[in-house]
């Protein structure tokens, strides 16, 4: 497996609350994202970097921030929780050129 | 928004039998790659097809980019429980690696 760890890996919270996930790589790889999994879409881009504190948004950035103050690890941040963030996010990591990107293995949020 | 559109969305067949999945778009793509994901896990990548009209072969698994590089196919031959999985593609639009694109996924089910 790519050294890629995600943490927590469940997290139920209520809504309006601040919630960080964290993406952590041992790989040393420039590239890192963050998706968000639901049904009937697939994956979808949140935002992703391309080195330290060098990030830019994907398609679904609204309601998250993001902040990789060093290579190997890449924070997601909800500021204020809402229902419609629930899902499972998934980060990803890839090195130079063409390499394909590997992901982690998910992180199960519920805003009740 | 580029699509990528996946068929079918759910697929259940028995041991032994042959099966297509298509992943379909209008856009063109510099190249598209298919994933495999399991439950609780993050997808993982089984090929990627970069020049239109190119197929590859995995074991038992064939993929074929389409001529005008907007659509692609998965065929399974003598599908086995142990391919039971959710399929996605993924494109890279315009040579875009930082914004794939990801289908909405076929799951498959192979009964013993």
């Known amino acids: 497996d790519a050294g890629i760890t995600q943490s927590p890996r469940h997290k139920v919270t209520e809504t309006g609350t601040p919630v960080t996930l964290r993406c952590h790589q041992t790989?040393?790889?420039?590239?890192m994202y963050w998706y968000r999994q639901d049904p009937g879409h697939g994956l979808r881009l949140i935002h992703y970097?391309?080195?330290?504190?060098?990030?830019d948004k994907g398609e679904v950035s609204d309601g998250y921030s993001v902040s990789r103050s060093k290579t190997e690890d890449f924070l997601l941040t909800l500021e204020s929780a809402t229902s419609s963030q629930t899902s499972v996010y998934f980060c990803?990591?890839?090195?130079?050129?063409?390499?394909?990107?590997?992901f982690g293995d998910g992180t199960r949020l519920s805003i009740l | 928004t580029q699509l990528l559109e996946q068929s079918p969305q759910f697929l259940s067949i028995q041991e032994g039998e042959n099966l297509t999945v298509y992943c379909n778009s209008s856009s063109v793509f510099s190249s598209l790659q298919w994933y495999r994901q399991e439950p609780g896990e993050g997808p993982v990548l089984l090929v990627t097809?970069?020049?239109?009209?190119e197929v590859k072969k995995l074991k038992r698994l064939t993929f074929q980019f389409g001529d005008a590089r907007k659509d692609s196919s998965l065929h399974i031959t003598a599908a086995q429980p142990g391919d039971t999985g959710l399929y996605l593609c993924?494109?890279?639009?315009?040579?875009?690696?930082?914004?794939?694109?990801f289908g909405t996924g076929t799951l498959l089910a192979v009964q013993p």
């Open positions: 993924a494109g890279a639009p315009g040579g875009a690696t930082n914004k794939l694109i």
């Open positions: 097809v970069v020049t239109g009209g």
């Open positions: 990803a990591i890839r090195g130079q050129g063409d390499q394909p990107q590997h």
């Open positions: 790989e040393n790889h420039r590239y």
């Open positions: 970097s391309y080195g330290v504190k060098d990030t």
